[in-house]
């Protein structure tokens, strides 16, 4: 459980740009289990894959917690859990470079 008693907001951060791509609120509990590719495609944000999300390609990356992960390989529930104990645990903040 995380130190947060609400579900965490997702904050996606365009680093090219200097915007804030996307700032939810609120992530319904079955966006939370697909894939964070899959996930910001569903609202036209469009991450570089060219292997269909199967991590091949390792063209997916983002920014979370200071490392790049594969946005194919990775959940929305997976990011929570990762944020336990931390101090700003109710918020998941991507940066993808090219946008």
Known sequence: M???DQPPELIVYGCASHKT???MQQIRHEDKK?????FLAQRSIKIASACNGKGLCQKCNVW?????????????????????GQNDSCRIVLTVDYL
């Not at 990775?74 to 944020?83: F, P």
């Open 2 to 4: 995380s130190a947060c």
């Open 21 to 23: 791509i996307l700032h």
């Open 34 to 38: 697909i894939s964070l590719l899959a």
């Open 64 to 84: 979370f917690n200071s490392k790049k992960i594969l946005a194919c390989q990775q959940t929305l529930d997976s990011l929570s859990e990762a944020l336990n």
